[in-house]
């Protein structure tokens, strides 16, 4: 007969290759059940972004099957989304959102926005819940990038967020008359983002993006002071002027004490429409040189494509309006790469408070 310690020892051999730990050790391995030769589990992954899912599924497959008695394999891919605490430094909670990721820069232009809304869809169609939080209070863009399906509303005191494309979306753009520029100073600015984060109601969220204001001034210190954010996407160009930027916005969350989830190149490279040939229009590499530098993860390349403005402009993302597009493939894999790194930090914050109940425990036993 086909045992549990038999299955549970070929699980045991497929290794997470962000945690560095066995599957089954990680708790991934749910409802294991054998009858008849018939083996039937649940795999929960930690992400339904998880950028291995589809080896993991085959490689549990494989080993399950090759246990002797064994007639069929049932594993069945799921996610749980753990919640990770954030800086504690914050101000403000957001009851049910279990991770707040910023996308910030340090000059704009680079296209944070294109990659917030990018990375915001991206996890949505991957199957989590996503919110996106236009914090951009001089520029907001999100709302014209995102379009809207159904706009945002109040019941009680509580304001509901908009929704497009599947993502809870608030912004500053539907509170201020359009084409007028907000001219405020610092503690004005401060009270509207306030207002953005404590009168919304998420619901349960599995991330909220949000789309900070560009540089390292009064609105993106008081958004990481407010709010517990598990990390932050630092967006780039390849050009030094960029990087230099991009150093500085990634200095200021270290500061803060807010963890980096990494750096993603935007406008990385050109491939024509016509003849196939890439174009390193503003040079390239920049980005992964500057992480590995720097010695931050580097989160993917994006790649200038007229498609991606245009969606931007129609309110109809390129990964919905053409999700099989190269650049479509982008913006997933530098969503999958993101939610990797919001996993591990969420793994290595159990593990250090685990020590810390251990050290408390033995204290008090000692």
């Given at each position: ?19 560095h730990k066995d599957v089954v050790s990680l708790g991934f391995i ?241 491939i024509c429409p016509c003849c196939g040939t890439r174009t390193e ?32 402009d129609t309110g109809t993302p390129l990964l919905v309006s053409n ?44």
């Amino acid at each position: 007969m086909v045992t549990e310690e038999q299955v549970l020892a070929q699980l045991a051999k497929i290794q997470d290759p962000d945690l560095h730990k066995d599957v089954v050790s990680l708790g991934f391995i749910k409802d294991l059940d054998i009858k008849d030769g018939v083996v039937s589990f649940k795999f929960e992954l930690t992400t339904p972004a998880c950028p291995v899912r589809d080896q993991f599924l085959l490689q549990a497959q494989q080993l399950v099957g090759a246990i002797p008695g064994v007639q069929r394999v049932d594993c069945t891919m799921t996610s749980n989304v753990r919640a990770t605490a954030g800086t504690g430094r914050a101000t403000i909670q957001l009851p049910g959102v279990k991770n707040v990721v910023a996308v910030g820069a340090g000059k704009g232009g680079v296209g944070k926005s294109t990659c917030a809304v990018g990375l915001a869809v991206a996890l949505r169609q991957m199957g989590a819940q996503v919110g996106l939080l236009d914090a951009d209070i001089h520029g907001p863009n999100i709302p014209l990038m995102m379009g809207l399906s159904e706009p945002p509303h109040q019941e009680g005191q509580r304001i509901i967020p908009g929704l497009s494309h599947g993502v809870k979306i608030m912004s500053a753009g539907y509170f201020v008359q359009e084409n007028l520029p907000l001219i405020w100073r610092g503690p004005m600015i401060g009270k509207m983002i306030q207002e953005l984060l404590t009168g919304v109601d998420w619901g349960e969220l599995d991330y909220l993006i949000v789309d900070l204001p560009p540089g390292t001034g009064d609105a993106p210190l008081t958004l990481a002071q407010s709010i517990p954010i598990t990390g932050a996407v630092v967006v780039t160009q390849p050009p030094d002027v960029s990087l230099m930027d991009a150093t500085k916005a990634l200095a200021m969350f270290q500061k803060l004490e807010v963890p980096i989830l990494g750096i993603v190149e935007n406008m990385s490279y050109f491939i024509c429409p016509c003849c196939g040939t890439r174009t390193e229009i503003f040079s390239h590499g920049g980005g992964k040189a500057a992480a590995e530098r720097l010695k931050v993860p580097f989160l993917g390349e994006i790649p200038l494509n007229p498609a991606i403005r245009e969606g931007g402009d129609t309110g109809t993302p390129l990964l919905v309006s053409n999700p099989n597009a190269p650049e479509s493939e982008a913006f997933r894999q530098y969503a999958q790469n993101c939610a990797a790194r919001v996993s591990v930090l969420q793994t290595m914050r159990a593990q250090q408070e685990g020590k810390g109940q251990k050290a408390f425990i033995k204290f008090f036993d000692s």
